[in-house]
């Protein structure tokens, strides 16, 4: 079976050679390390019954289990062998995606590939060749962001296991990384990462709010709730100098000016990081955004994840939260003109982020 998987992919690079794709070294990595993860992939009960494996790591795949079987029962995604078998690949994330935008400008560069079409990000199995090419990205003007990705979506072309990426999470972490998952293989729409990140991360605040319910995890779902407050809160500041960067790039003011003044607003954003995090005694959440290098680049993924959040929020409130009509509806939606699209998410979108949350 894997020899087939390998024979396929191979004449896939093959066929985008011949396209008059160049880069096949990137290509080929991206064949080796989809290859490393079925060669290492092991049914999870048989790991369960293995007598040289930890108790703590056959309780969390156990979970996992209940967790896989609750998403499909009761929040009615795909029913299949994702998340129900189980890799070790020895390192702290599977792959790490290298995100950049101009220097004065917000919006992510994009790359185009078969099957995903054109996302803000490419992704390496490797850290240093994401590293070597965030480098020469960064010779070339560009702000640059390098960062590890614990878990992905082959979009159901495979049976995406569970990775050694997941193990030491939270029970909640874990529930949110396969809802996640799971939904990108729902709905997804190419060429549109901005649609199917604030799709995807709904449906997975959504199921977890769901999980920690019905299981009677009260105190786990007040804590929840409060993450979910203070990443609202958190955005808001992202936002406000989000727009203050676009209005400055907007300016038309000398590269010289532009780059001094992106310095300050950006030093002056992480005052108010340091400040928010003091006044909720929150010692460790947000640090990524106290990084001296901070740039264009992590503004951009951001805001990938969950401008459209509250849009898909509201369109699953119009459904009283069922989620079987509300995935036909964003399915439909997937299915309109990019501009018809665009229009119909601004006007779902006139809510606070998260407002499903406070409930």
Same mark, same amino acid.
């Given at each position: 079976m894997r020899a087939i998987i390998l024979s396929s992919l191979l004449l896939c690079v093959c066929f985008l050679l011949l396209s008059g794709c160049s880069d096949f070294d990137y290509y080929l990595q991206a064949i080796d390390g989809q290859y490393e993860i079925l060669h290492k992939t092991r049914d999870i009960h048989e790991i369960i019954a293995d007598p040289q494996v930890s108790g703590q790591l056959k309780s969390q795949l156990d979970q996992a289990l209940h967790i896989r079987a609750f998403a499909s029962t009761w929040l009615h995604l795909p029913d299949n062998d994702s998340y129900r078998r189980y890799a070790d690949l020895g390192r702290p994330y599977v792959v790490w995606n290298v995100v950049a935008t101009p220097e004065f400008s917000l919006q992510p560069v994009t790359w185009c590939f078969p099957i995903a079409g054109c996302v803000p990000y490419r992704g390496y199995f490797k850290k240093q060749p994401a590293i070597d090419f965030a480098r020469k990205l960064k010779k070339e003007g560009d702000d640059v962001l390098v960062y590890g990705v614990q878990a992905y979506s082959t979009l159901n072309w495979f049976d995406d296991p569970l990775l050694n990426t997941f193990n030491n999470v939270s029970e909640t972490y874990l529930a949110a990384l396969i809802f996640h998952e799971l939904a990108h293989q729902q709905v997804y729409l190419p060429g549109d990462s901005d649609f199917n990140e604030a799709f995807a991360k709904t449906v997975e605040m959504e199921g977890v709010k769901r999980w920690l319910m019905m299981h009677g995890k009260s105190r786990q779902a007040e804590r929840y709730r409060e993450q979910l407050a203070m990443e609202r809160d958190f955005l808001r500041l992202a936002r406000t100098c989000r727009?203050?960067?676009?209005?400055? &790039?907007? *300016?038309?003011?000398? @590269? %010289?000016?532009?780059?001094?003044?992106?310095?300050?607003?950006?030093?002056?954003?992480?005052?108010?990081?340091?400040?928010?995090?003091?006044?909720?005694?929150?010692? *460790?959440?947000?640090?990524?955004?106290?990084?001296?290098?901070? $740039?264009?680049?992590?503004?951009? *993924?951001? $805001?990938?994840? &969950?401008?459209?959040? @509250?849009?898909?929020?509201?369109?699953? *409130?119009? &459904?009283?939260? %069922?989620?079987d009509p509300f995935y036909r509806q964003v399915a439909e939606i997937a299915d309109r003109p990019a501009t018809e699209r665009k229009r119909i998410l601004a006007f779902l979108g006139r809510r606070e982020p998260f407002a499903s949350a406070r409930r």
């Open positions: 727009r203050r960067l676009q209005t400055l &790039y907007a *300016s038309g003011q000398t @590269p %010289e000016f532009m780059r001094r003044e992106k310095h300050r607003l950006i030093r002056s954003f992480q005052d108010e990081v340091r400040r928010f995090r003091q006044q909720r005694n929150d010692g *460790s959440g947000f640090s990524a955004w106290l990084d001296p290098a901070l $740039n264009n680049a992590r503004f951009a *993924s951001l $805001n990938t994840y &969950y401008q459209l959040v @509250p849009a898909f929020q509201h369109l699953l *409130s119009l &459904y009283q939260g %069922e989620l």
